[in-house]
C-alpha cells in the first residue's frame, strides 16, 4: 500500500504568498529528503533530514518520525519557485532505498 | 565537484532496438540509483549498487533491463529490447553511504528516452 501520502497535489501562490506542503508515512521513516523538479525535469536537493527542523532561504522543512510526517515551508514565493516538489524518506530496515511522494505541482503567479 | 552526470540526455529508438544509457556518479559517492519516471507511475527504482555490488535490480524490471557498474565511476542501464512502455526519464543518483543508516542521494539530469 501507499506509504508515503503527499498533499496537496497541486497549489497556485501569488508571488510574495507562502503555504505548506505535507507528507504523511504510513510506516516508519529514518529519513527524508525534499526535491524541486523545475521545467527541464532537474531534481534538485531541498533538504534533509533525519530529524527536527533545517531553513534555507524561504524554505523550512520539519521532520517528525514518531508522528509520521515532513512538512515543507514556502514563504514569500518567487515565479522561480514554480515546479515540482516532492518528499523522499528512508524506510527502516530498507537498506538506503527511497520511498516516494507523487509530487506536489506548484505554480506561483505575478 | 562535478555532481552525477548522464549521458545522453535524449535518446529516440525505434521498438525493438538495444538502448544503453551512461551515469556517471559523484566522485567518492560509493551508492548508485537507477530510477524511472512517468507520469503515471512516478518515480521507480530500477536497480542500486553499493561499491560496485548489486544490491538490489528492481525485481519487476528484471526481464529487459540489465544495469551494471564495471568501476566505480561509471555505470551502464540497457534496455533490451525496447518497447513503447519503455518511454520515460530514466534518473541516476549517488550517494556517499559512510555505514550510517542513511545518506542523501543526488540525481543527475536525467536522459528523456521516447520508444517508437
Known amino acids: 500500500g501507499d506509504q508515503v501520502e503527499q498533499s496537496p497535489s497541486a497549489l497556485s501562490l501569488h508571488e510574495g504568498t507562502g503555504s505548506a506542503l505535507r507528507c504523511n508515512f504510513t510506516t516508519t521513516m529514518r529519513a527524508v529528503q525534499w526535491f524541486q523538479q523545475n521545467s527541464r525535469g532537474s531534481l534538485i536537493n531541498l533538504f534533509y533530514l533525519a530529524s527536527g527542523t533545517k531553513e534555507n532561504g524561504r524554505l523550512k522543512s520539519t521532520f517528525n518520525s514518531k508522528e509520521s510526517y515532513s512538512t515543507l515551508h514556502i514563504r514569500d514565493a518567487q515565479l522561480e519557485d514554480s515546479g515540482t516538489y516532492f518528499c523522499?524518506?528512508?524506510?527502516?530496515?530498507?537498506?538506503?532505498?527511497?520511498?516516494w511522494g507523487l509530487g506536489t505541482s506548484l505554480v506561483v503567479n505575478p | 565537484d562535478a555532481g552525477v552526470t548522464q549521458t545522453p540526455r535524449h535518446e529516440v529508438a525505434e521498438k525493438g532496438q538495444t538502448i544503453i544509457l551512461k551515469c556517471e556518479p559523484v566522485s567518492g559517492h560509493n551508492d548508485l540509483f537507477w530510477y524511472r519516471q512517468t507520469k503515471i507511475q512516478g518515480l521507480e527504482l530500477l536497480s542500486y549498487?553499493?561499491?560496485?555490488?548489486?544490491?538490489?535490480d528492481g525485481g519487476a524490471f528484471k526481464d529487459r533491463f540489465k544495469a551494471e557498474m564495471l568501476n566505480s565511476s561509471f555505470s551502464t542501464l540497457k534496455i533490451q529490447p525496447t518497447e513503447p512502455k519503455d518511454s520515460a526519464v530514466y534518473l541516476c543518483?549517488?550517494?556517499?553511504?559512510?555505514?550510517?543508516?542513511?545518506?542523501?542521494?543526488?540525481f543527475g539530469p536525467g536522459t528523456r528516452l521516447t520508444v517508437l
Open positions: 549498487f553499493r561499491s560496485k555490488s548489486l544490491m538490489e
Open positions: 523522499a524518506a528512508d524506510r527502516v530496515g530498507d537498506n538506503s532505498k527511497l520511498i
Open positions: 543518483a549517488s550517494s556517499d553511504w559512510g555505514g550510517y543508516n542513511y545518506a542523501e542521494q543526488f
